[in-house]
């Protein structure tokens, strides 16, 4: 999808802060992050929200999940940690490219929640 943002970022067209990256699926930091380490979890294929998600592509992205909680876990010490996910405008979805938000937690007054 060329008007794509996460697409373009997926090209290597827009720049990003990378976290994670194989074959089918790239991490990188939100650039608005409402915690420190706030990361997006993206497929590679431009898919639209969770109605279009097919579950291949679901399971390819799914299986990382833990391995990236960790790292964050692992470079950010937070206390805990949300896996976030708006489908459709009217849910809050702002980019139309399937995407998890992975949230550290760094208790009362992180600024979140
Ligand atoms: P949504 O509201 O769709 O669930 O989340 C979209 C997220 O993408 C927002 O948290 C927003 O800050 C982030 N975002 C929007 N444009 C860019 C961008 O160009 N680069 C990065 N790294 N994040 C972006
Ligand atoms: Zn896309």
Redesign the pocket.
């Known amino acids: 999808m060329d008007n794509c ?2 697409c373009r ?1 997926v090209n290597g067209e ?1 720049p ?2 990378k976290v994670y990256e194989d074959e089918h699926v790239l991490a ?5 992050q ?1 915690t420190k380490g ?1 990361t ?1 979890v993206i497929p590679k294929v431009h898919t639209e929200n969770v109605f279009t998600l097919t579950s291949d592509v679901a399971g390819r992205l799914f299986s990382v999940v833990p391995a990236i909680a960790n790292a964050l876990k692992h470079a950010f010490s937070p206390v805990g940690l949300n896996v ?3 489908n459709g405008e009217q849910a ?5 490219h399937y ?1 998890l ?1 992975l949230i550290p937690r760094y208790g009362k007054g992180d600024g979140f929640g």
Do not use: E, K
């Not at 809050?92 to 139309?96: E, S, Y």
């Open positions: 943002i996460f970022i827009l990003a802060a990188f930091l939100d650039i608005s409402v706030h997006l976030l996910n708006n809050g979805q702002t980019v139309f995407h938000h």
